[in-house]
């Protein structure tokens, strides 16, 4: 076992989350992807494989036993980080990933046809422009912009009793929510000594 592979693993299990052999596999050649692609596009400022499994990939687990059924939209996904992550791990999950950026959307599509991930669609558009025929029951971000910013951007997306994941670091105090129903989760992110919360609004 390779020390990624053992990191991913271990990180998994302190966050009771079970990782079959087929899913480490995809992980891992996700992960393999976007350190080839760094190499020429700026994906992601985490250059060293170790730092990235623990920040990008162990992070993006951490918040995989929130998602529910239904549709699921990752807001600004860049690499793809949480969605893609959660589209191997929750392969009943139909999940979109958009972002405004074309590399990072081709970069995407690549990692979707690579992994064949028949669940994931990547859009390459700003998300206030974007429309689908169903509403989404969840939509996720990952240091995308404030909570009420995403809602503002996102509310014609969202179904009328959806709800935001939205992932924070140390500036959850700094959400103005007191107009919408809100939880704070805070996430334990093995070998990640940075203050990692959920911001759950129900709509």
């Not at 807001?75 to 139909?94: D, E, H, Q």
């Not at 909570?147 to 105090?173: A, F």
Request: hydrophobic share 40%.
């Amino acid at each position: 076992m390779s020390e990624l592979e053992r990191l991913l693993c271990e990180g998994a299990e302190l966050m009771d989350i079970s990782l079959s052999d087929y899913q480490v596999d995809q992980l891992l050649a996700y992960h393999k992807l976007i350190e080839k692609w760094n190499q020429v596009y700026n994906l992601s400022a985490i250059r060293d494989p170790i730092e990235s499994i623990k920040k990008h990939f162990l992070d993006s687990l951490s918040i995989v036993n929130f998602i529910q059924p239904g549709l699921l939209l990752d807001v600004g996904s860049g690499a793809g980080l949480p969605g893609i992550v959660i589209a191997i791990m929750k392969p009943k999950t139909k999940v979109f990933t958009i972002d405004s950026v074309g590399k990072k959307c081709r970069f995407m599509q690549t990692v979707k046809t690579e992994l064949s991930l028949e669940n994931l669609t990547v859009v390459n558009n700003r998300v206030e422009n974007f429309n689908y025929e169903e509403p989404f029951q969840q939509i996720v971000s990952r240091a995308f912009s404030s909570g009420v910013d995403t809602i503002e951007k996102t509310r014609h997306l969202i179904s009328s009793n959806g709800r935001y994941l939205l992932m924070k670091g140390d500036n959850i105090e700094q959400e103005n929510l007191k107009n919408f129903s809100s939880i704070i989760h805070s996430l334990k992110v093995p070998f990640v000594s940075d203050k990692r919360s959920l911001l759950e609004i129900n709509i």
